[in-house]
């Protein structure tokens, strides 16, 4: 089934609770998958220090320490869980490149200015608990929870799929033509890090954003492109966006106040929420894009 979560924080008195909130919706979806999850995290000065680059790695042994000495310069790494966070002020090209310079193996799970991606194997509140989400701040928040039908369960598999910068996608459902995009996104010069059909979406998307496109018109010309069923969430720097397939087959709810967006697989992930007893409550339609900018 899989659970999708997100929180757009219009109020900056809520910033400091940007975690606790997210993390009570993400582990009230627990049980539409608990094999895995992912959170995508803006904001969170601790995490993304302001003036630094962050990079998310994922399948890297090496202890911070040791990774943070063979990378040099001012580079500092914090493990979360499964996932290591590379900052530096370097561009962020530039650190993607010195990490898997020094580790050909590594898997990079998200990179840019104000983002942190954790990913990891487990039940949603386990893996809360050891990144600390609770106590994260920030602006803007996704999530996922997993139940695995396209690949194996392991970190790299969870959601959600980082691929552009300060970008991430989740995902509820299947892209039954995944692979023919696949051919024709390597065709391209796209370079995939697995088998996985929502990281075709997700690098579709990013295709669209660097070719100068809004998230909006990508999200148009990835329902026009795609076939299956689906609900997506994606998320960048400065917006926020929902939308369902053609029959909208995959549940969804959006709620919105003048303090904050979100939206979640099931209304009682949002039912925790500030003020939600104000908010305005309605399902998505199917193939309308629903966009919010900082």
């Not at 609770?17 to 627990?30: H, I, K, P």
């Not at 609770?134 to 959600?160: D, F, I, L």
Request: proline share 5%; hydrophobic share 45%; with cysteine.
């Amino acid at each position: 089934m899989c659970g999708i979560v997100g929180l757009h924080l219009r109020s900056p008195d809520l910033h400091p609770q940007l975690g606790a909130l997210l993390t009570g919706m993400l582990c009230e979806m627990a049980d539409r998958g608990s094999d895995s999850a992912g959170v995508a995290v803006y904001g969170n000065a601790a995490w993304c220090p302001p003036g630094r680059n962050c990079v998310s790695v994922l399948e890297l042994s090496a202890a911070p320490d040791e990774i943070a000495a063979a990378l040099g310069g001012d580079v500092e790494v914090r493990a979360l869980g499964e996932t290591l966070l590379v900052t530096g002020t370097a561009p962020v090209e530039a650190l993607q490149s010195a990490v898997l310079a020094a580790y050909p193996d590594a898997l990079i799970s998200g990179f840019g200015a104000d983002v942190a991606v954790l990913k990891g194997v487990g039940h949603p509140r386990d893996l809360t608990a050891a990144w600390g989400l609770a106590e994260a701040t920030g602006w803007q928040g996704v999530g996922h929870t997993r139940m695995a039908t396209e690949s194996a369960v392991t970190p790299s598999g969870a959601h959600p799929y980082a691929v552009g910068p300060d970008q991430c996608l989740v995902h509820n459902g299947s892209f039954a033509n995944h692979a023919t995009i696949r051919r024709e996104l390597r065709r391209a010069g796209v370079v995939f890090d697995s088998e996985n059909d929502t990281e075709v979406g997700a690098r579709f998307v990013a295709q669209q954003l660097a070719n100068g496109r809004d998230v909006e018109t990508a999200l148009k010309e990835l329902c026009a492109t795609f076939d299956g069923f689906y609900t997506l969430l994606v998320s960048n720097s400065d917006s926020f966006a929902v939308v369902r397939d053609a029959i909208a087959c995959k549940p969804a709810v959006i709620a919105e106040t003048d303090d904050w967006v979100a939206m979640a697989s099931e209304y009682r992930a949002l039912a925790g929420l500030p003020g939600v007893e104000r908010a305005a409550i309605w399902e998505p339609e199917p193939e309308v894009v629903y966009a919010w900018t900082r």
